[in-house]
């Protein structure tokens, strides 16, 4: 089974790359684009989708600082 | 009193740690595979890098044979300090409490920075005097802490935030300018500053690094503060 993890920075948590993408954006003419974030896609292939949610948790995110999404891909 | 430093792939503070905590007693390296700690009375899980910081800075390296070992020993009680990717790894480990961030700035930064001794009768600090700052170099990338805000009161609280940013100092953006924090019992404690790298005047800017040195073997001894 193929799997998309998103992994990104919980709301609330200052995300300097997420703000340093923004003010690039002006620069090259991209007006407008506010609340960048910038997190991780990690992509594998599970044996069982019940897998997918402790690996998350004990490698593949910090709960602490960071939320994931799981998206079963086929 | 014999002082255990791990070794990962990309630890590049170790030898430094080894020669700090030979000032104060005996010291070994603890390969990352080895299991067995040799006895050692205190820990250092020393700076750099480990496994390529893949993920995030520390989260693999906690996995380790060593740091199983580690992680029991904390919790029966011995002194583990850990230093910068220490730090790192030890929160990840679960055993400090919070997280190590991207610095605000972005920017790998090395400098020598000032920090207050907030708690003087640690395990980490009863040999330095409370209130006192220590002059010693800090240099990385991911090292701003973060905890959260029930957390971050409960440390707070409890006194375990033990050295702080003087003002001005604090370039990661770490929350309430803490540098250094222990665990609710005390006996693990993380830094990202390095008292490993200011034990002579010559190389490190100032001995100030030595008084934590000092401080875990009085630990070790039984000697309060």
């Known amino acids: 089974m193929r799997a998309r993890v998103l992994i990104r920075p919980k709301a609330g948590i200052l995300d300097p790359q997420g703000v340093a993408v923004e003010r690039a954006l002006p620069a090259l003419g991209f007006e407008g684009v506010e609340n960048v974030h910038v997190g991780r896609l990690v992509e594998l292939d599970v044996a069982e989708e019940g ?24 | 009193m014999k002082f255990g430093v791990l070794q990962f792939p990309g630890s590049c503070d170790e030898v430094d740690a080894v020669e700090a905590a030979r000032h104060v007693g005996d010291a070994e390296l603890i390969w990352h595979r080895d299991r067995d700690l040799q006895g050692a009375d205190a820990i250092i899980v020393p ?22 070992s580690v992680i029991e020993f904390a919790r029966e009680g011995g002194p583990v300090l850990g230093i910068c990717n220490g ?40 040999a330095c005097t409370p209130g006192r700052e220590l002059s010693i170099p800090a240099k990385h990338s991911w090292g701003r802490y973060h905890a959260a805000p029930d957390t971050l009161a409960a440390i ?11 003002p001005g100092e604090n370039f990661n953006g770490s929350l309430n300018d803490i540098a250094g924090v222990t665990n609710e019992a005390g006996n693990v404690m993380g830094l990202m500053p390095h008292p490993e790298h200011a034990v002579h005047e010559l190389t490190g800017g100032s001995k100030d690094g030595l008084c934590i040195f000092r401080s875990m073997r009085l630990a070790v001894e039984g000697v309060a503060a």
């Open chain 1, 51 to 74: 897998q997918l949610a402790p690996l998350c948790e004990k490698l593949l995110a910090n709960p602490l600082v960071e939320d994931y999404e799981i998206e079963i891909v086929s």
């Open chain 2, 47 to 68: 700076g750099g890098f480990s496994y390529g910081d893949y993920l995030r800075a520390g989260a693999i390296a906690r996995f380790s044979e060593a740091m199983e």
């Open chain 2, 87 to 126: 730090f790192q790894v030890l929160c990840e480990a679960g055993l400090l409490p919070g997280a190590l961030l991207p610095n605000v700035n972005l920017r790998f930064t090395s400098r020598q920075v000032r920090l207050t001794v907030e708690q003087g009768e640690t395990a980490f600090t009863r």
């Open chain 2, 156 to 166: 707070e609280h409890g006194g375990q935030v033990v050295f702080r940013y003087a």
